[in-house]
C-alpha cells in the first residue's frame, strides 16, 4: 500500500514539472509551422480606426497587428469613413508578400482643405511657397498645424489656419488695403480726365476733318469751273487767266485735301485713346 502511494506521488510530481515544458515544446511547434507557412502583415496610419482592406476584403481596423496572410501580391487599402466628404480620398497601396517575412506599413494620411477668398484669385502661400490661387484645395498631413497665407494686389494679406481638428473649408472676405485704394481711386480720376480730354480731341479733330473735306470739295469744283471755261473761252486773254486761275484752286484743294487726311487721322487716333 504505501509502495503504490509512493508512486503516485513520484508520477503527480514528474506531471508538475514535465506538462508545462511539453505545452510550451507544442506552442512553440505551432508557431514554428505557422511562421514557416504564412506571411505576416502589420498596418498602421497616422489616424487610428481606419478601415483595413485586403484586396477589397475587410481585414480590421488600424493599428492592425501582425495578421497572417498568404504569400502574394495584396492590394491595401484604408478607408477612413469619410463617405460623406468628398474631398477625402482613401489611402492605398501595393504590398509584396512571402513566406516568413514580416512587413508594417505605416500610412501617413493627408487632410485636404477648400480654400476661398473673395474676391477669388488669391495667391495661397504656404511656408513661403506658392502653391496656386484660390479657390484651391491644399492637401496636408492629417496631423499638421499649419498656416497659410493669402495674397491679392490690393488688399490686406490675409493668414488662414489649417488644423486637424479644424474646418476644412476655409472662406474669407480680403480686407482692402486704403492706402492701395486712395491710389487706386486716383489713378481711376487721373484715366477718367485722360479719356475726356481726349474724346475733346476727338470730337475737335472730326469737326475739322469735315470742314476740310467740305472746302476741298468746294475748291475742287472752282478749280474744275475754271479749268471748263478756259476750254470754252477764246479770248487768249481770258484763257491765261481762266488757266491760272485753275491752277491756283487745284492748289488750294491739295493743301485741303492734305489738311482732312491729317484731321481725320487726328481724331481716328484721339477716338482710340480716348476708348482706353
Known amino acids: 500500500m504505501k509502495q503504490k502511494i509512493c508512486i503516485k506521488i513520484v508520477v503527480a510530481v514528474l506531471a508538475f514539472f514535465l506538462c508545462p515544458t ?11 509551422s505557422v511562421a514557416a507557412d504564412s506571411a ?5 496610419s497616422s489616424t487610428p480606426g481606419c478601415d483595413v482592406y485586403l484586396n477589397g476584403k475587410l481585414v480590421g481596423k488600424t493599428p492592425l497587428h501582425f495578421l497572417a496572410v498568404d ?6 487599402l ?12 482613401n489611402w492605398k497601396r501595393s504590398v509584396e508578400l512571402t513566406y516568413g517575412d514580416s512587413i508594417q506599413v505605416f500610412a501617413q494620411l493627408e487632410r485636404p482643405y477648400l480654400i476661398k477668398s473673395q474676391p477669388f484669385g488669391a495667391e495661397v502661400y504656404l511656408d513661403g511657397r506658392l502653391r496656386g490661387t484660390t479657390p484651391f484645395i491644399l492637401e496636408l498631413s492629417d496631423t499638421m498645424t499649419t498656416q497659410v497665407t493669402l495674397v491679392l494686389e490690393g488688399y490686406r494679406p490675409t493668414n488662414l489656419i489649417c488644423q486637424p481638428d479644424g474646418p476644412q473649408y476655409l472662406e474669407t472676405v480680403l480686407e482692402e488695403d486704403p492706402v492701395f485704394a486712395s491710389q487706386k481711386q486716383q ?3 487721373e484715366a477718367t480726365l485722360h479719356k475726356a480730354r481726349h474724346g475733346r480731341r476727338a470730337l475737335i479733330f472730326t469737326g475739322l476733318s469735315l470742314a476740310t473735306g467740305i472746302a476741298a470739295m468746294a475748291l475742287k469744283n472752282t478749280a474744275d469751273d475754271a479749268y471748263n471755261q478756259y476750254l470754252q473761252s477764246g479770248n487768249p486773254q ?3 487767266a481762266f488757266f491760272n ?3 491756283k484752286y487745284d492748289r488750294y484743294t491739295s493743301v485741303a485735301m492734305g489738311a482732312f487726311q491729317v484731321n481725320l487721322v487726328m481724331s481716328l487716333y484721339f477716338f482710340y485713346k480716348s476708348q482706353k
Open 22 to 32: 511539453l505545452a510550451l515544446y507544442g506552442q512553440v511547434a505551432t508557431a514554428d
Open 40 to 44: 505576416w502583415l502589420a498596418v498602421d
Open 71 to 76: 504569400s502574394g501580391r495584396y492590394e491595401l
Open 78 to 89: 484604408l478607408s477612413r469613413n469619410a463617405q460623406n466628404n468628398w474631398m477625402m480620398t
Open 187 to 189: 489713378i481711376l480720376q
Open 238 to 240: 481770258e484763257r491765261e
Open 245 to 247: 486761275r485753275a491752277e
